[in-house]
């Protein structure tokens, strides 16, 4: 009895299929991680400005630069374009992630960042300590990007549609991404959003001893009504309001106003003398705060330990 | 507790005694009355407005650069007040910051309440000092009460070894804090009833945001376990931590952190969500060896 040697050739469809199945599959991750990115496209240029790849100074294009890749990439994966013209640069892409990932997990284990400084490829909406990063992007980037090699046939023509359709789209979500801070997209582009509980706000991941959680960090949150503005203290628009804010502030009984800031002790102390705040001023860490917001001052209601409402500003017109 | 800011009410008076004599003889004595007392009247006396609820602070008082021992400050934060109080200074002193105004007023106008607040009484004649200047590293505020230059800032950094009396003492936020947490009961006289010698050292920095909410918590439970096997130990580290060697040798990164000794030998500790509650966090290590 003879039994068939392994074939990998196109001939065998379920090669092909794999083939198709895995650069899908790294289409749609690419995809996933630029809306991250596209819905708050100022965190994603002071993460290449905290990375020092803002080349001539020039972050916010080559963040754009980035992003339109990234999404070109994405959509021609998502097609099924398996050509070298695409697979080529989508490789150096993903080298390049892991490059940065790999750099921040090294970092890490060096005791030179702590571990919330992880690769923000996903925006805001993940919460990856260097190592998670590192891993899980070497299985979701490598192992569907060397699958995605197998059961290709020969390059036909050029898909003249496929490509245009793909420029149109990459220029639409490039113009998504230029409007996004202006669009109501806060409790999607961000951890902080109705339900979510104060115990999940936090900076660290589980597995972190050192996890600081923002019911532990505050516990009153854990019981009755508090809008708490999220707030780095030197907002023209926050200034202005404080008055008003220290005013309704003395007028309540039943809520509590706080502001969370991560600015430094100095500003702090600064606010303090000359704005006089009938309101509670709380120092959080940035990184518990960081992932709150897109830009700044922003708000939120928490009753009884659970987020129940937020504003894209100061709460003013809801007290 | 919130406080609120009062307002003093204008009093109307009315006569209701019909007037038999012509009017002229004393409106004309009445504006000549007027007259005198806008005339003599110190333009920078006024009767001011009631203002309660006044806590008391760690704030340290100079005046012409020397401390002013025995200085009591207090702090109305609805009112964005703080009152000054010392032998040596010849009045008390309010700083009303929102309106960037110092003035003094009449001793007789403030009231010591029974739970340690106090209050501007209604009437207080305020003598105006003019405004105050933020100082130069910005802990405080410097001004001038009758041509003598007063600071009030906040004190230096506790550094070392302290009991809880010290933080208490150090500022009065720590103690009202501390009655404001109760630690759980069950687990309180769990922790009575063990029987190794324990002793927590809590790492702290008065200057640290997150200590002031959590170190009273485990002041609560330092309270709560007086007379037992447990002992508690608070060390003030100085801002930036890194150069003090205590810090150093026990190889502390970040404040506050609670370092649970059993039998003189390191049993964990407590950080970050430990501090939720923190008597749970002593047992869990007591028990399982985490926190």
New interface residues.
């Given amino acids: 009895m003879t039994t068939k040697p392994f074939d990998s050739s196109p001939s065998q469809p379920w090669i092909r299929v794999l083939g198709i199945a895995a650069v899908v599959f790294l289409g749609l991750v690419f995809l996933v991680a630029a809306l991250g990115k596209a819905m708050d496209p100022v965190s994603f240029v002071e993460q290449i400005r905290a990375e020092r790849l803002d080349f001539f100074g020039l972050a916010e294009a080559t963040a754009f630069m980035a992003l339109g890749l990234e999404i070109a990439l994405g959509l021609a994966l998502v097609t099924g374009l398996r050509r070298w013209w695409v697979l080529a640069p989508t490789a150096a892409l993903v080298a390049f992630f892991l490059f940065l990932s790999g750099r921040a997990y090294w970092r890490f284990e060096h005791g030179l960042i702590d571990e919330t400084e992880a690769c923000g490829c996903f925006g805001n909406l993940l919460n990856r300590t260097p190592k998670e990063a590192f891993w899980q992007d070497l299985w979701l980037l490598v192992v569907p990007l060397g699958l995605s090699l197998v059961g290709r046939g020969k390059e036909g023509a050029l898909p003249k549609r496929r490509l245009m359709l793909i420029g149109l789209l990459t220029a639409a979500a490039l113009v998504f991404a230029w409007k996004a801070p202006d669009l109501p997209l806060d409790d999607l582009a961000t951890r902080l959003k109705p339900g979510v509980g104060v115990n999940e706000i ?1 900076a ?1 991941s589980e597995e ?6 923002l ?5 009153d949150f854990s019981d009755g009504r508090h809008w708490v503005v999220l707030s780095d203290l030197d907002e023209p628009t926050f200034l202005e309001a404080v ?1 008003q804010l ?1 005013e309704w ?2 007028s ?2 039943e809520t ?1 106003l706080w502001i969370l800031t991560a600015a430094s ?2 500003a ?3 606010f303090q ?6 309101f509670a001023v ?3 860490p940035y990184a518990m705060l960081r992932p709150l917001h897109r830009r700044l001052p922003r708000s939120f209601l928490v009753e009884d330990g659970e987020v129940t409402r937020t504003v894209s500003d100061l709460p003013l017109t809801e007290f | 507790m919130r406080r609120v800011l009062g307002y003093r009410k204008s009093f109307l008076i009315r006569t209701t005694r019909p007037l038999r004599k012509p009017l002229g003889g004393a409106l004309c004595a009445a504006a000549a009355a007027l007259l005198l007392v806008t005339m003599t009247a110190d333009p920078l006396l006024a009767a001011g407005p009631p203002i309660f609820g006044f806590e008391s602070v760690g704030f340290e008082v100079t005046l012409n650069g020397k401390e002013l021992k025995g200085a009591e400050v207090y702090q109305a934060e609805a009112a964005g007040a703080f009152l000054i109080l010392s032998e040596e200074l010849a009045a008390p002193v309010l700083l009303r910051l929102r309106d960037g105004q110092v003035e003094t007023l009449n001793l007789m106008k403030v009231n010591h309440n029974s739970n340690g607040s106090v209050d501007v009484l209604a009437g207080a004649t305020l003598a105006a000092q003019g405004g105050f200047q933020v100082n130069a590293d910005r802990t405080g505020v410097v001004f001038m009460v009758d041509t003598q230059t007063v600071e009030m800032k906040e004190k230096p950094p506790l550094l070392g070894s302290q009991q809880a009396a010290g933080l208490k003492a150090y500022d009065p936020h720590y103690e009202r804090t501390a009655e404001a947490y109760s630690p759980s009961d069950p687990i309180v006289e769990k922790l009575r009833e063990q029987d190794k010698d324990v002793k927590v050292s809590v790492f702290f920095g008065t200057w640290c945001g997150a200590c002031k909410q959590m170190v009273p918590r485990i002041m609560a439970v330092a309270d709560r376990l007086e007379g037992s096997k447990i002992t508690f130990d608070f060390y003030g580290l100085p801002p930036g931590i890194a150069g003090d060697p205590e810090a150093g040798r026990m190889g502390i990164q970040a404040v506050p952190t609670g370092v649970v000794f059993v039998d003189g030998k390191e049993a964990g500790r407590i950080s970050g969500n430990g501090w939720r509650v923190p008597e749970l966090a002593i047992n869990n290590l007591l028990v399982n060896g985490q926190s």
Avoid: F, H, I, R
Wanted: hydrophobic letters at 30%; aromatic letters at 2%.
């Fill in positions: 936090c660290g972190n001893p050192e996890q600081l959680c019911d532990a960090l505050v516990s008055p220290n502030s003395t309540q009984s509590k002790a100095e702090v102390s600064t003398w000359t704005q006089a705040p009938a709380q120092e959080a």
